[in-house]
């Protein structure tokens, strides 16, 4: 079966809001129809280690997604800060549009902590909470955050 036809190595594809990471693609030990052997989930949630088929490929409307950081390499001008990469690696406009759907989402207080365990999740650990809090000020210049400060003793 041609690459073409089927999941390939190394590519992410979208299904609706599910992605599926391609690891390999192999045939079964059992009855040799091939597999495409990657991780299913959904931003911000953990994923799991699965097998799809070729009927999955086939009538589920799997379609490929563009990988982060290929604008960098093709111009070979890469950021001077790299970010910790994860398994869609984690390019500036990727991250803010995954931030952005899941605030839009997921209503309610978004605490630096809580974009760090999204990008934890989604990402692969590292350290994240400069990067969070950076896109959470993002946003709220955005308009989708409204900012609002602890009160600590002795403040108003």
């Not at 990657?38 to 490929?64: F, I, K, M, Q, S």
Request: overall charge neutral; charged content about 20%.
């Amino acid at each position: 079966m041609s690459t073409l036809d089927f999941f390939d190595p190394g590519n992410t594809y979208q299904r609706r809001r599910w992605l599926f990471q391609c690891l390999a693609v192999s045939p079964s030990p059992f009855n040799g129809e091939i597999s495409a052997v990657g991780w299913l989930y959904r931003p911000g949630e953990p994923a799991t280690a699965t097998a799809l088929d070729p009927d999955d490929w086939e009538h589920a409307g799997w379609v490929e997604t563009a990988a982060a950081g290929d604008e960098e390499k093709a111009t070979g001008t890469a950021s001077a800060t790299a970010t910790p990469a994860g398994p869609l690696g984690a390019g500036t406009r990727n991250r803010l549009n995954l931030l952005r759907r899941t605030v839009t989402e997921n209503r309610g207080e978004w605490p630096t902590r809580r974009a760090q365990r999204l990008y934890e999740h989604t990402y692969g650990p590292g350290d994240w909470h400069a990067t969070a809090r950076r896109d959470l000020q993002t946003l709220h210049g955005e308009g989708l955050l409204v900012l609002h400060y602890p009160t600590w003793k002795g403040r108003p």
